[in-house]
């Protein structure tokens, strides 16, 4: 069982940053892959990015590759999206997400979700 309460959303303007925190709480907490996904208005959730338990495997989606950075703390309960050249095309709600079953990139696949916090990159 894995709890997850994401924060940090916001309003930007095009080229801003965002920082978004995820706490992960729950007697599984540190040992699962957490990851982003997102979902812009009116479209399906996407996958975003993934860091495993250990920091040592990272995975991103194209789209963002290059501007986000997803990282974890030391404790491995808290995990971390930087965003920097955010876009108008970035705005969406993005969720926190823990313990995925298979493939990272499909959101059926993750077990456990945060609320999700709002970004809006808007000039």
């Known amino acids: 069982q894995v709890q997850l309460v994401d924060s940090g959303g916001g309003s930007v303007q095009p080229g801003g940053a965002l920082r978004l925190s995820c706490a992960a709480s729950?007697?599984?907490?540190?040992?699962?892959?957490l990851g982003w996904f997102r979902q812009p208005p009116g479209k399906e959730r996407e996958f975003v990015a993934a860091i495993t338990w250990s920091g040592g495997s990272i995975f991103y989606a194209p789209s963002v590759k290059g501007r986000f950075t997803i990282s974890r703390d030391n404790a491995k309960t808290t995990v971390y999206l930087r965003m920097n050249s955010l876009k108008p095309e970035d705005t969406a709600v993005y969720y926190c997400?823990?313990?995925?079953?298979?493939?990272?990139?499909?959101?059926?696949?993750?077990?456990?979700w945060g609320q999700g916090t709002q970004v809006t990159v808007s000039s």
């Open positions: 997400v823990a313990d995925p079953e298979g493939d990272y990139y499909n959101s059926g696949d993750w077990g456990y």
């Open positions: 729950g007697p599984e907490s540190d040992r699962v892959p």
